[in-house]
DNA sequence: GGGTGTGGAAAT
DNA sequence: ACTTATTTCCACACCC
């Protein structure tokens, strides 16, 4: 159901009106763009290697040297330090190695880090002695002599508890120590109290020891109370990453001397090189200068065919995988160096790609596992792989019975399996979706990057192609693919060639959009693996971060209950003072203002002062202050907040990033640091989002309260402020009027007839107004409108003035149906035409005059349907707008008989509302469709106030 | 993360 | 029983 659309079909929003190539080259027979692309590249003779002719059941990875890696340096460990970038990182449980330190006898946690060499060559480094561990305060009258009668009744406690013990485990609680802490939440004077440090066997052992202790724990004489625990919910990667000061794709170095080598290699991927260290062995450089560097990863692209039956999805259970094609690229580098096609029987060769043909399915399957083992990419991408590609794969060689397919990561014996999971979120929603495990290797599905990062019409590979590459996929309709499977080499070669574009197109687009190293410098700024980045939310990394400033301060982190549903007060936004401004609006804007609110207040759970604190510790009135919402928080004097610390932090490097961007002529070191600041800037912003979360992992409404409300009470000040200065008693041009603001920002009518006039006294007076607000807070020029519609509360347009006086930026427009995706294309381009008339050429009545045609074309039956459909049916989820609605068929133009989905009968609808001065144009149209072929009624209303 | 307007569906 | 006009509600997609 979820599974990938592959129909480029004519209802792609605008997308579907592009022509690829020149319209009178497009002859079936002459080859594509993108074949003589293919040819273009480095090694042309590929196809020398290519198994075309063979019967290609003797699928040998040796013929093909290029797919391996560079063959590894010799590494002596006793004089060689390793160094090696890592990618990955997991743990397991396992047997103890010798001399490593760390439990020896049973089952123990070991961390498994995976990373690439400068050279190229793939290290799996295990990593030993590291055990997980979490808090509880020490009860009253507790000393070091009651530490082994502690743990000894917890230990037979969490055995106790435990319903099976297939492991066999006789020790759960390897330690607990006594030791000096201060819990994070709220401020208590700077009193570092007793803490219990108790460390587990494994990680899955912590939540019941934590269960047991809160419900409540006897030993000794002590009596039974509830122990509150801390840092018990941290991820076992993070909580070693942060332990070891270890972030996302860091460099590792392995001093020589101090890890070993395995004697056994990997018979799966015999070029990972995999060593045993000792967690306090392992150096962990910061991502700075040098080791800001990228190893040259390898990042494999793919896409399978498979033969459907007519109108049916194809099921893993029936239909066969025909053909899969494959494209392996360095990161940094500029083209691909494997490019291949494994088809199901004969098919003709490729100019620039290599082919093997194959006469069972069962030999190609598990051809391209070996296949995927020998190019062992760090890095799987594709479109929708996830949800389709792997998935239908792994089903397919199990039905098969290819019993050594589903072995696709980099360590040996561990099965890949296909695992259903719901992934919920506020970002993204709830969402089922598949997991594959491959060990090693991080899944970058480019439809959930894009799902996540951006905001489209349309998540087809096509759409999506045309939009970030004005380049479409190959011309094949998904219903044909059966047939030029069933026909010769020649028809199979057609799909060969568009499985390649499939398999190319995201590669090219992640290198366009710089996915790799802008989630690499996320992982790096925040702390986190970079697979998390793509399977986990927001919160995590916040989570990292505070773990590691606190960890400085001996501070630990409360485990809370999420309790949710309180009233919540947000954001201001100024009630709009709407109409058409021919004069010059500018805009004024606090940079990064709810970061800078809790920086110039020193807002945060270490400085809050919870009820009845102050007076309790005896602060004076200059020690802390009272937020907007009443409450208290110690000024940065008392107690610098971990918070307002973690921001400084992230806006200083986003300042030092900025300003090395500027330096640097290299455009590759160029690309990574505009990841990096913009990782800086995103993850600032998501701090306060943190304390918000109410179902979060360390919510506190007091701080995000108190931000909100400041930044309500400055919105309100800033426009007081400007109101009572620009006047014209203070000797300005006229009574300065703010006309609309929301949380960040105010819109000024200052009363000055020039752009340039606009931009210097606004200038001046974001600085005047800057002055009156706590530092870091900063009110700044932004832009100017002129001239500025302001139809409602986040909706409006105008044209942006800000590099120049002379000319306008562009035209930018908020909230209305030109920029929402819930319209069909047609609202959209008649908003915009007619905003462009009223804005630019000045000219509402032609703006009426040519919404007036519009509608008469549109009952004339003069526009393409692709034009009328809308958009949301399509869009609500990309799942569905990628696999469920696919077979929708739209090509049909007449729109009197059409069959339609019944859940949809309202094909399209007009609307354009814009208040222009005080004279109203309202236009509404609508098209309602029976549900099957019936007569068609249009009720169309058409009214022009005007 | 909350605030907002919008259109369609359900409720009235 | 059915249609129609109005209100209420909610999902959605946007703004910041």
Known sequence: MDAKRRMGGPMLGGASQAKRGKPGTEWEDSPSQFEEELAQFDDVDMEMESGEGQAGELFSAALNPRWRRPAAPPLLPHTDTLVFQQIDLDYYLGSAVAGMPGQVEGKVPVIRM???????NSVCCHVHGFAPYFYVP????????????????????????MRSNKDNISVTVLAVDLTRKESMYGYHGNRLVDFLRITMAMPRLVAPAKRILEQGFKFDNFTTQGYPAYEANIDFEIRFMVDSGMVGCCWVELPKGKYSLREERSGTSDLCC???????????????????RISPLRVLSFDIECAGRKGVFPEAEVDPVIQIASMVQCQGEKEPFVRTVFTLQSCASIVGSQILCFSQETMLLQSWAEFVRTVDPDIITGYNIQ?????????????????????LGRVRGIKSVLKDSTFQSKQVGRRESKTVNMEGRVQFDLLQVLLRDYKLRSYTLNAVSFHFLQEQKEDVQHSIITDLQNGNDQTRRRLAVYCLKDAYLPLRLLQKLMCVINYMEMARVTGVPLTYLLSRGQQIKVVSQLLRQAMKQKLVMPVVKSDGGEDYVGATVIEPVKGYYSVPIATLDFSSLYPSIMMAHNLCYTSLLQKGQAEKLGLSADEFIKTPTGDLFVKASVRKGLLPEILENLLSARKRAKADLKMETDPF????????????????????GFTGAQVGKLPCLEISQSVTGFGRQMIEQTKQLVESQYTIANGYQADAKVIYGDTDSVMVKLGVTSVEEAMKLGTEAAQWVSSHFVMPIKLEFEKVYYPYLLINKKRYAGLYFSSSTQHHDKMDCKGIETVRRDNCPLVANLINTCLQKILIDRDPGDAVGHAKEVISDLLCNRIDISQLVITKELTRSAQEYTGKQAHVELAERTPSITTWNSSCPNLSCASLSPFWEKRRLSVCYSVSRPVRARACKTPGSLTAVY
């Open 114 to 120: 995976f990373g690439v060499t400068d050279s190229g």
């Open 138 to 161: 020490a009860p009253v009258d507790f000393t070091s002599s009651h530490l082994s009668e502690f743990q000894k009744e917890l230990n037979s406690a969490v055995l106790k508890d």
């Open 274 to 292: 995999p060593v045993d260290v000792g967690w306090t062995d392992l150096i962990s450089h910061p991502a700075e200068g040098d080791w800001q």
């Open 387 to 407: 949800n389709f590609d792997l998935p239908y794969l792994l089903n397919r060689a199990a039905t098969l019975k290819v019993n050594l397919f589903p072995y």
């Open 669 to 688: 070191k160029k690309q990574v640091l505009d990841g990096r600041q913009l990782a800086l800037k995103i993850s600032a912003n998501s701090v306060y």
